[in-house]
């Protein structure tokens, strides 16, 4: 496995490598990251990684400063994972001075996260659209755990050209249903056993959803109502939308998913389940 700090260095390598596939992470790696990158180095035959905490898609009140980090860490179990190139830059690296332009994404990056988190699908799609022209590998890998990250993607992908696959991989769960985050750490132990209530609320709507449930209102009343009842009523969204949109609608399509966003004392959770 070989490790670059610098863009030039990075391609130097990368020239030897005729396909690649590529998992774009955060580090405080997590099973959920690794299993994207086994997946992409088995469909691709190789697989590249970037480590960057990129402080352009976080908000001035957000968490970047205490957002965890462990490069040790990560380069020890993307290692034995199977990473063939690690992508390590630091900010100045990807936002020199005179750095000025960003991709704002409409349609899909207006709704939800779009609406509590100003700025942050730009500064997504700004840093991604940068990794993707430095690895230019055939596919990258996502987890729907972001569902709707995971949908501006493939926007801004499909209306800027950029010739790479999107692959979306399934949810990596906890014993007991907690969607695995790199944030998950930050959780006091209380809020951590309370924290399971996410993927509960998510099932119940499931639930009703598959018995033939349509009424939006319906939904999402059932899944507040199990945050809660468990203790977690910091709700900054309980909602049906439809998955292609991101749009509510009423009653709610066949083609509907499932999202939450709760606020566990200093940790913002998310969670999602395709209805
Ligand atoms: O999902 C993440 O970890 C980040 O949003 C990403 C895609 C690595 C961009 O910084």
Redesign the pocket.
Same mark, same amino acid.
């Given at each position: 496995m070989q490790v670059f700090e610098t863009i030039g260095a990075f391609r130097a390598a990368r020239v030897a490598y005729p396909t690649l596939g590529f998992v774009?992470?955060?580090g405080f790696l997590h099973e959920g990251h690794l299993g994207l990158v086994r997946r992409a180095k088995a469909e691709n035959g190789a697989v590249a990684v970037?480590i +960057?905490v990129?402080p352009t %898609?976080f908000g001035p009140n957000e968490d970047y400063a205490s957002y965890p980090r462990d490069p040790e860490r990560d380069l020890a179990l993307l290692k034995e994972a199977g990473a063939d190139l690690v992508f390590l830059p630091t900010p100045d690296v990807l936002y020199p001075p005179g750095s000025a332009t960003r991709i704002e994404v409409g349609g899909v990056a207006d709704e939800l996260e779009g609406q509590s988190r100003p700025g942050h699908f730009s500064g #997504?799609a700004t #840093? #991604?659209t940068k990794l993707f022209n430095i690895v230019q590998p055939q596919r990258a890998y +996502?987890g729907q755990k972001?569902a709707q %990250?995971c949908a501006v993607v493939r926007r801004f992908v499909a209306d800027l050209d950029i010739p790479v696959e999107i692959v979306v991989c399934e949810i990596a769960r906890e014993a007991d249903g907690l969607a695995r985050s790199s944030r998950n750490v930050r959780l006091t132990a209380e809020n951590r056993q309370k924290a399971s209530a996410l993927f509960q609320a998510l099932q119940e709507a499931e639930q009703l959803f598959s018995s033939g449930e349509r009424d939006t209102d319906v939904l999402e009343n059932a899944m507040r109502i199990v945050l809660t009842k468990t203790g977690l009523p910091d709700i900054d969204y309980a909602t049906v939308v439809n998955a292609e949109t991101f749009r509510r609608e009423e009653p709610c399509s066949d083609n509907a998913v499932a999202l939450l966003a709760v606020q566990a004392g200093a940790v913002r959770l998310i969670d999602n389940m395709p209805l």
């Open positions: 774009p992470t955060m970037s +960057f990129n %898609q #997504v #840093v #991604v +996502f972001d %990250q």
